[in-house]
């Protein structure tokens, strides 16, 4: 028997610009989960919003989890830079980790997230 996945409609695709971050925060009190979704080159990406450094928070303000130049992912409290394709660490205190990553697919231009 498999097990059933689990599927939440994030937001509309128009709200994530090419280039740009979402942040979304799921459920509430210790159930609280919050991921995010970058669109890169017309490809999302997303991941939890979890520095494998110290397991904080990767967004310095709402929705920006980008570098200024929007070539990678960087956590805000200690500046780790992480690959927006795979999530890998490439440079900072926890290089060589990897950010985990969630599915999300994209259905009549809604993100949804389907784990
Ligand atoms: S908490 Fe992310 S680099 Fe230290």
């Given at each position: 028997?498999?097990?059933?996945?689990?599927?939440?409609?994030?937001?509309?695709l128009a709200e994530i610009a090419d280039g740009c971050s979402?942040?979304?925060?799921?459920?509430?009190?210790?159930?609280?989960?919050?991921?995010?979704?970058?669109?890169?080159?017309?490809?999302?990406?997303?991941?939890?919003?979890?520095?494998?450094?110290?397991?904080?928070?990767?967004?310095?303000?709402?929705?920006?989890?980008?570098?200024?130049?929007r070539d990678f992912i960087q956590c805000a409290t200690h500046?780790?830079?992480?690959?927006?394709?795979?999530g890998e660490c490439l440079d900072g205190p926890c290089l060589?980790?990897?950010?985990?990553?969630?599915?999300?697919?994209?259905?009549?231009?809604?993100?949804?997230?389907?784990?």
């Amino acid at each position: 028997m498999s097990e059933a996945k689990r599927r939440t409609v994030l937001c509309p695709l128009a709200e994530i610009a090419d280039g740009c971050s979402k942040g979304f925060a799921l459920g509430a009190g210790a159930a609280q989960r919050e991921l995010f979704v970058v669109r890169s080159n017309g490809r999302l990406y997303a991941y939890e919003n979890s520095c494998p450094h110290t397991d904080g928070p990767l967004d310095w303000t709402p929705d920006q989890f980008l570098t200024v130049e929007r070539d990678f992912i960087q956590c805000a409290t200690h500046g780790a830079l992480f690959r927006i394709e795979t999530g890998e660490c490439l440079d900072g205190p926890c290089l060589g980790q990897w950010l985990r990553a969630v599915r999300v697919v994209l259905e009549d231009g809604v993100v949804v997230l389907d784990d």
